[in-house]
């Protein structure tokens, strides 16, 4: 495969780059890989380096021609390579000295670099320093200056198959300058080369299609006197179709829309009071500005879609604060039923920063965020590939660099993917293997009366085992009233006090007719684990996330489901509710359990106590230094009571304008409520605690 590619260790390269939509900086080859893909090291202070696959080595351009130098330490410092530090460069010069004594340098090292070490002027021990260093002229005797031939072109082309494919063929497409800030000259020249390479004619004259900027001036189309017949769309429908190798559909997120001009009329002489009077207008009329519209809720939907893109985006990315705080943003848009209007988007909780994001969307149609995730390649790869249950947003970034782009390549080198991030190239894990094999099923979505169905069928298999009568509670979407669900998740509860290891044991064991696999990361029966996050040492909650076979009706395909069993104690059963209800994303639990914080509360998944903590400032709160004793709470409601909140029903566990309300009067109320917890701990018989809340 490495024949094909038409570059080699050691070339020059241009690299596209699909978020910036334009060609990166030039950089150096480093390593050509057998399994297809090469690695490229950029020209920076800090060198670093990544790996590009075979499908998209037509995103790799050679420079049509160099710059001739007349230094000779830049003719020495290319001769070396781009990107290497003073000590590698002199490391190599000196492996390239012993190789010419030997007669063994190649033809392709630059003769003025092999002349130089051939007549032996360099001083190793000073070469660093002559080579970085501006004013170093004793450390080499001078030498005539010379002009480096231009290096000879390359084909980039690569053979066979995809050579022969032409994705602009029969396309006479021209590229209109000048284009805004965002089309300069070097860049339309890149792009012409492109088109010619791959059968698209930039044409004067006679073109179907017209590529404008985004930045461009509406008089630079409407001067032209377009054909109808003519398909004017903008620069990323050329480079997506340029980065996917295929000529993709002129659909109406690539056709060019020119933005209205507005005429402004200005007084010619205006005064003081004429000036701020137009200030408080143009106030006015951006106070009202989304407000006007009479399709508010075609607005709100395309605000939710903008916010909710944003956010995926960031959660594979690793921003967990940044994709929170879009979640946050989204679900306050969703469930406003009021007006778009400026001051409606600021009483439901908005911050002044997304407000304006939705000013944005209101303008132009679109977030300018969202859509440059929408046509980053990379992020749509990272969203496929943490579709898998155990790939986390590090180790997808890291298959990504691996050259894995579908869940497809993931299946066919399983064996040779690293488990972990930072982990050797040893194979996937159990529970991502197993994750690998559902990874289709767990996508689709579960509805209430199958949910119902397969927990119907989890009490009649405990009762034929004759288990103690726990309590069952299905918890999840399902809890919370969804028409939807993403799996499903069972509380069962135990009479009695302690761990429940044994419990949970028998009542898995009374399962295996129903459980198919265990994603818990346990060994070859199903196993509960401690649940992650509580910090109760009584192990009093164990979890197993299992899977099991879906109850379709009526024709329907058989699905494997995610069945999530989570075990307590009857004293912790309404705790653990309530952490397993939740919302989407745990919004509704972080926020419950900042108020909790910012009272003198430490809320647990099975427990509640009043806490003393350390380092408390704001809306931040400290890690818990001293704890009391736990607070009995019958139900839900005495939860929400002992926190001093109203109770608030599982349909309604959602982030709303309310809730942040509260937020804002427990932080007010942090200080004197802490203050009150030190007294009341004072002289008291207290115990270290090492949990933390954050």
């Known amino acids: 495969m490495c024949e094909q590619v038409p570059f080699k260790a050691g070339d020059r390269v241009y690299v596209w780059s699909a978020s910036r939509r334009r060609w990166f900086d030039d950089g150096e080859i480093q390593v050509v890989r057998e399994q297809g893909s ?53 490391q190599r010069l000196k492996r390239l000295y012993e190789a010419t004594k030997a007669a063994e340098v190649s033809t392709d090292t630059s003769p003025q670099l092999k002349d130089l070490v051939t007549r032996q002027l360099m001083d190793f021990d000073k070469f660093t320093s002559w080579l970085y260093v501006e004013k170093a002229a004793n450390v080499l005797p001078k030498v005539p200056a010379f002009e480096e031939p231009p290096p000879k072109l390359q084909c980039t082309k690569q053979v066979g198959e995809k050579a022969a494919r032409k994705i602009f063929a029969g396309c006479r497409i021209q590229i209109l300058f000048p284009g805004g800030n965002a089309m300069s000259l070097t860049r339309k020249e890149l792009l012409e080369a492109r088109l010619r390479e791959e059968g698209g004619v930039a044409a004067d004259a006679e073109a179907t299609h017209l590529v404008v900027a985004l930045g461009a001036p509406r008089s630079l189309v409407t001067d032209l006197a377009v054909a109808p017949d003519v398909e004017v769309v903008t620069d990323a429908w050329l480079c997506d179709s340029l980065l996917l190798g295929q000529r993709l559909p002129v659909s109406p997120r690539y056709r060019w829309r020119p933005e209205p001009e507005e005429s402004v009329e200005v007084p010619a002489a205006p005064l003081q009071k004429d000036i701020k009077r137009q200030i408080y207008s143009c106030k006015a009329d951006l106070q009202t500005l989304l407000g006007s519209t009479a399709d508010a809720e075609d607005l709100r939907a395309k605000v939710v879609d903008e916010f909710r893109t944003c956010s995926a985006a960031w959660a594979v990315r690793g921003d967990k604060w940044r994709s929170w705080q879009y979640k946050k943003a989204e679900n306050l848009v969703a469930q406003a039923r009021s007006s778009m209007s400026v001051q409606d988007l600021k009483s439901i909780g908005l911050t002044p920063k997304f407000v304006q994001k939705c ?35 590090a180790l997808a970034q890291a298959w990504l660099r691996c050259g894995v782009r579908s869940i497809a390549d993931v299946r066919s080198r399983v064996d040779t993917l690293p488990g972990t991030a930072t982990g050797a190239a040893t194979g996937l894990t159990k529970v991502q293997r197993l994750g690998l094999r559902f990874v289709e099923d767990f996508q689709v979505p579960v509805c209430r009366s199958e949910v119902e169905r397969i927990y119907a069928q989890v009490l009649r298999q405990a009762q034929a085992a004759k288990i103690d009568a726990p309590t069952v509670v299905p918890c999840g979407a399902y809890r919370r009233g969804d028409a939807l669900c993403g799996g499903l998740t069972l509380v ?37 684990v401690r649940v992650p996050g509580d910090d109760d040492p009584t192990d009093s909650a164990q979890a197993c996330l299992g899977v099991v076979r879906g109850c379709p009706v009526d024709g329907e395909p058989m699905r494997y489901r995610r069945c999530d069993f989570v075990f307590c104690r009857h004293n912790s059963l309404p705790f ?16 419950i359990k900042r108020i909790a914080a910012l009272r003198g509360f430490h809320l647990s998944h099975t427990y509640m106590c ?38 608030r029903p599982p349909e309604r566990r959602e982030v709303d304008a309310e809730l942040l309300r509260l937020v804002e009067e427990a932080a007010k109320e942090a200080p004197e409520a802490l203050r009150m917890v030190k007294m009341e701990f004072q002289g008291s018989d207290l115990r270290p605690c090492a949990s933390s809340v954050s």
């Open 492 to 528: 069962i509860s135990f009479p009695g006090d302690g761990a429940v290891e044994e419990a949970a044991a028998a009542y898995l064991k009374a399962m295996d007719d129903i459980l198919v696999a265990d994603l818990s990361g346990a060994a070859t029966t199903a196993t509960a």
């Open 576 to 591: 653990v509710t309530l952490q397993w209800t939740g919302s989407d994303g745990g919004l509704f639990n972080r926020e």
């Open 359 to 393: 000013l944005e969307i209101r303008e132009r149609g679109y977030l300018e965020q969202a859509e440059a995730f929408r046509k980053d390649a990379d992020i749509h790869t990272l969203l496929e590939l943490t579709r898998i249950h155990g790939v986390g947003p």
């Open 610 to 647: 009043k806490a003393d903590r350390e380092g408390t400032r704001g809306r931040q709160v400290g890690e818990v230094c001293r704890a009391g004793a736990k607070i009995f709470c019958e139900d839900e409601r005495a939860i929400f009571a002992a926190i001093g909140l109203p109770y």
């Open 38 to 90: 090469v690695v490229v090291r950029f020209n920076n202070a800090k060198p670093v380096a990544k790996e590009l696959p075979l499908r998209h080595i037509h995103q790799v351009l050679r420079p049509a021609t160099a710059k001739k130098s007349q230094d000779l330490r830049s003719a020495v410092r290319q001769a070396l390579g781009t990107g290497h530090g003073p000590k590698d460069a002199a």
